[in-house]
């Protein structure tokens, strides 16, 4: 697992960067906390697959439609103004208590940002290099895939990235609904008073939080080796 972060975080960054996420997951298995952060892991890495697929799906109507963007941009609106709380309420009384519930708070509460960042990556794309496109008989799906996600790489980068960022936030909330992992084990500290229980789970949080950031922003630098 190690290896694999290294791998991630030098291919994304630099070699500090690789370092700071190898040290954070070492940490992690330091405080013996290593299970219940792989089980958060795993909740959060899925629920960023959904939220990705989702978001960049309707970003990219959005970033063509200028009636579906006008559309979207109240609702989206609206829900980036809900506390996270709040998303837990419909999904457990749709879903029940588990990890479902959790993973699809995530959801929801990240989309918003996804669609946002991506569909003016999208949209801030060079005219010129589109019309360019255009005139050499490209299709839209041809312009998509050739132009706007090339030239639009560092903000969908930054998509990515709040995607994870706040989904392991709503992931981490969700052990008040049953997600288990990281999240039971705070809940677990505060009703319990254990001291000891919660500065851990709260330190491996911080510890994954920071690994997760660090493999999915890449350095200023090594976005300059790409230019």
Same mark, same amino acid.
């Given at each position: 697992? $190690?290896? %694999?972060?290294?791998?991630?975080? !030098? @291919?994304?960054?630099?070699?500090r960067?690789?370092?700071t ?7 992690i &298995?330091?405080?013996?906390? !290593?299970?219940?952060?792989?089980? @958060?892991l795993s ?11 989702? &978001?960049?799906g309707?970003?990219v =109507? ?18 980036q ?8 309420? #419909? ?7 588990g ?12 989309? #918003?940002a996804?669609? /946002? %960042?991506?569909?003016q990556?999208? /949209? ?17 799906g041809?312009? $998509?895939?050739?132009?706007?996600? #090339? ?11 709040q ?9 981490? %909330?969700g ?9 039971y084990e705070v809940?677990? =500290? $505060?009703?319990?008073g ?7 789970a709260?330190a ?13 922003? #890449?350095t ?8």
């Open positions: 697992m $190690l290896l %694999i972060v290294a791998a991630l975080a !030098w @291919t994304i960054g630099t070699w960067t690789a370092a996420a190898v040290l954070a997951m070492a940490a &298995g330091v405080l013996g906390v !290593w299970e219940p952060s792989m089980d @958060t909740q959060v890495l899925a629920a960023v697959a959904v939220t990705l697929v989702i &978001g960049f309707v970003a =109507g959005a970033a063509r439609s200028e009636r579906l963007e006008r559309l979207l941009r109240p609702v989206l609106d609206v829900f103004t809900m506390p996270q709380f709040v998303y837990l309420i #419909p999904v457990v009384a749709l879903f029940g208590v990890r479902a519930p959790a993973a699809a708070a995530a959801v929801v509460y990240a989309l #918003p996804v669609i /946002r %960042i991506t569909t990556g999208l /949209r801030g794309v060079d005219p010129a290099a589109m019309e360019c496109a255009r005139s050499l008989g490209a299709t839209p041809q312009q $998509l895939r050739q132009v706007q996600i #090339p030239l639009a790489r560092p903000s969908l980068l930054l998509a990515v990235n995607a994870v960022v706040l989904v392991l936030a709503v992931v981490i %909330i052990g008040l609904v049953g997600s288990g992992a990281l999240g809940v677990l =500290g $505060l009703a319990q254990d001291l000891a229980t919660g500065l851990v709260g491996a949080i911080v510890c994954l939080g920071l690994m997760l950031d660090r493999v999915t922003q #890449p200023t630098r090594r976005q300059r080796q790409e230019s």
